[in-house]
């Protein structure tokens, strides 16, 4: 057994068909108002809680969007301000709960979050602001939500496209969890466990949306892939994503499914371990290529070409993952970073680089 540190979330989960339920209850332990935040295709849904919060509800504002822009946070915490509200409770994906994680970062105000997505933000002390057309990331646990309350029948409506790269971007958090640099046995646990419960029920929930045990076990799935997100560090994948969307404006989930497989089949040879594990939960021959699989599926697009990626800027993204060194397993070197991203480029199976080719 390898030398680890584990640090537990402190988060409260309730889990289940039904959960949203206990809503008042659950808010009324975090906040005596709360000021509800949802996108604007949402905030029916999110109109729908404050009816359920009753007296706890300070208002809605149904304006978050994608990558957390400063004047929405400013917008939204001018809101806050002016309701009154000591608590925030984000019911949406990750562009909802990460406005609520910028206003909490601001003014320390406690957050609920109800999770309809699989992209795990709510489990994590990772928070993003965009500001003049740059993203900047940040740690801080006082940004965790309090409570996340996650009910697979707010899911039901997702849609099948949106299922499979937001599941999928479950699943990338936890490859990459298990060879993180401060990997723990607990996590990688949840890491495997996740890619299973994901692997089994994500082409059910595109082929029948309604399938309320698939998508149970997707919110499942998403749950530990947040924790596994939120609890150690990432390698190569999640800095190729992040360039990618901040660089050229690529979608979120589908840069993370359609490069997963390709980071992983890179790393394979140096995370022989983590590997082995990517395979055993897919019930597959090897990890990149049951990824790949996955994604294959999945009906989501499998080239960096079909969510327009500009092909002349490969080039520039590898420039750009080579100048600020960070942990990876394998090394990272240009020649093979340039063919893995060509490979997602053109949505090709991924090819798993020997160990020698990595290290150029
Ligand atoms: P999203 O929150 O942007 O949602 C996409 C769209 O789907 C929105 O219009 C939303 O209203 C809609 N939607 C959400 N749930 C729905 C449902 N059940 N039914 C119908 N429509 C629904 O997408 P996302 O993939 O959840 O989040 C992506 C963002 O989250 C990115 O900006 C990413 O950087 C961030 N993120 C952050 C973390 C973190 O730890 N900080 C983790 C993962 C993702």
Not at 267 to 272: K, M, Q, R, T
Not at 311 to 322: K, M, T
Request: negative net charge; glycine residues 12%; charged residues 15%.
């Amino acid at each position: 057994m390898q030398p680890f540190t584990y640090q537990a979330l402190p988060t409260r989960v309730v889990f289940g068909a039904g959960a949203f339920a206990r809503l008042p209850e659950e808010a009324a332990a975090v906040a005596t108002r709360l000021l509800v935040l949802a996108t604007p295709e949402q905030a029916g849904l999110a109109e729908d809680a404050g009816g359920r919060l009753g007296d706890l509800c300070a208002g809605v504002f149904a304006g978050a969007v994608m990558h957390v822009p400063v004047a929405t946070v400013d917008a939204a915490e001018a809101a806050l301000r002016r309701a009154g509200a000591d608590g925030l409770l984000a019911i949406g994906g990750g562009s909802t709960t990460g406005l609520a994680k910028a206003i909490a970062l601001r003014t320390g105000v406690p957050i609920v979050a109800v999770p309809t997505t699989y992209a795990g933000s709510e489990m994590t002390p990772i928070w993003g602001l965009t500001e003049d057309g740059v993203k900047r990331t940040g740690r801080d646990r006082g940004v965790l939500p309090r409570t996340a309350i996650y009910d697979p029948l707010l899911t039901l409506s997702l849609p099948p496209r949106l299922s499979a790269v937001s599941g999928l971007n479950a699943v990338a958090h936890c490859v990459e969890g298990l060879y993180a640099e401060n990997a723990n046995p607990l996590v990688s646990i949840m890491a495997e466990e996740s890619i299973r419960a994901i692997g089994r029920s994500l082409t059910r929930v595109i082929h029948t949306p309604d399938d309320l045990p698939a998508r149970s076990d997707m919110l499942y799935g998403a749950w530990l892939g947040g924790v596994v997100l939120g609890s150690v560090g990432m390698a190569l994948h999640h800095k190729l994503c992040h360039t990618l969307g901040g660089t050229f404006n690529l979608p979120h989930a589908e840069t993370h499914a359609i490069v997963l497989p390709h980071a992983a089949a890179y790393n394979a040879a140096a995370a022989p371990e983590a590997m082995m594990r990517v395979a055993r939960a897919l019930s597959s021959k090897d990890g990149p290529g049951g990824l790949y699989d996955l994604l294959a599926g999945s009906g989501a697009p499998r080239g960096l070409k079909d969510i327009g990626m500009p092909e002349d800027g490969l080039d520039r993204v590898v420039e750009l993952a080579l100048t600020n060194p960070y942990y990876n397993p394998a090394p990272l070197a240009e020649g093979p970073l340039r063919a893995l991203l060509g490979n997602a480029f053109e949505g090709r199976a991924p090819v798993v680089a020997p160990p020698a080719e990595a290290v150029a």
